[in-house]
């Protein structure tokens, strides 16, 4: 079992930056695979962002490669999603998520932040 709770979210001017946080709970968590997904309203869930908890390089959607950073704290059993240059598009509810390295579900969510890019 593991549990996430996400921090962060938040109303931003567009070309703004905000840093969402996900901490993880739980045993062994190096055998997760942790992702960063988004739902904007009317749209379906986007996997943006996963990275796993045993090390290794970040993967990032094309839609938001270039302004968007996916880290870990191992230490903190947190990871991050640094946002930079925001756009209205982004707008959306942000969700931390967990699955086991050998499968393809993400079955651990967390309870979602919003993200509002508005002037």
């Known amino acids: 079992q593991v549990q996430l709770v996400e921090t962060g979210g938040g109303l931003v001017q567009p070309g703004g930056s905000l840093r969402l946080s996900c901490v993880a709970s739980?045993?062994?968590?190096?055998?997760?695979?942790m992702g960063w997904f988004r739902q904007a309203p009317g749209k379906e869930r986007e996997l943006i962002a996963a990275?796993?908890?045993?090390?290794?390089?970040?993967y990032h959607a094309d839609s938001v490669k270039d302004r968007f950073s996916m880290s870990r704290d191992i230490n903190r059993n947190t990871v991050y999603l640094q946002m930079n240059s925001l756009k209205a598009e982004d707008t959306a509810v942000y969700y931390c998520?967990?699955?086991?390295?050998?499968?393809?579900?993400?079955?651990?969510w967390g309870q979602g932040t919003q993200v509002t890019v508005s002037s």
């Open positions: 990275s796993s908890m045993a090390g290794g390089s970040a």
């Open positions: 739980g045993s062994r968590l190096s055998l997760y695979v």
């Open positions: 998520a967990a699955r086991t390295r050998f499968g393809d579900t993400y079955n651990y």
